[in-house]
């Protein structure tokens, strides 16, 4: 079966589902809207099918034997008590290894994420990815009740669970002390976030995530390295403010637009993925982590 991709969907539909997957539109509200874009024999559930996750193929398995890969639960006092989390590590690594934070998406931590953290230990690092919706019972192995349950999440207490999180992750005794953070779309804003909350961050690689407030930028240390879609009009409109807020700050960033793409194009669950856009977008990622975090 020929994988879909985003041209074979109304741009529309792809506005549709972008509002949708990001809280703006109820189920029921994107089946309505969504019909008169149904055409063929498909159905407004169907189009909701197809551009939903599937999580059948992941690039690295959770067997992998290069790896080590285990579930922690660690304390955060000033959030919800405690954290759980993914940890991978290299097997037979030499030598104390950099650290990476990686943020989910407004899921939870689902197995795209699991995979992602895989993929990065691959690459030497040492992957942590915290799972916001550990306090409300953990990713519910569904992604519609993964949404409605993200609604319902306390950032106020969430965003300090991720703080507590960078903080274990830079104490572990393999690691080398030299933090980053990549976050995806929902995580792309936690990594926006915790380059303003952490001194001590070396590297923050958001994905398509929401920008802090422009008065926060004065207080990022980290290098940015910042990837954007090019038909993600949402996010892109933050952009101009926050690019003169992190230069009148004197943040070292760099920022890539991949053009032609959708938000979440680095996501290979799902349609709205693009193969070139990600490949390009990854190795700038983990060059730009071997580079800030050795």
Known sequence: MTRKTAADFDPEVLKLFDQYVHGGLSRRDFLSSATRYAVGGTTAAGLLTALSPSFAAPLVTPDDQRLNARFV??????????????LVSPKDAKGKLPLVLVMHENRGLNPHIEDVARRIALDGFIAFAPDALFTLGGYPGDEDKARALFGKLDQAKTRPDFIAAARWLQQQPEGNGKLGVVGFCYGGGIANYL???????RAAVPFYGAQPKAEDAARIKAHLLIHDAGN????????????????????????HVYPGVEHGFNNDTTPRYDAA????????????FRARLA
């Open 73 to 86: 639960e660690i304390p955060s006092p000033e959030g919800n008590g405690t954290v759980r989390g993914y």
């Open 195 to 201: 380059a303003t909350q952490l001194p001590d961050l």
């Open 232 to 255: 993600d009009e949402r996010i892109r409109a933050g952009w101009p403010a926050y690019e003169k807020a992190l230069k009148d700050a004197g943040v070292n960033y760099q920022y």
């Open 277 to 288: 856009a990600a490949k390009l977008a990854w190795q700038r990622t983990i060059e730009f």
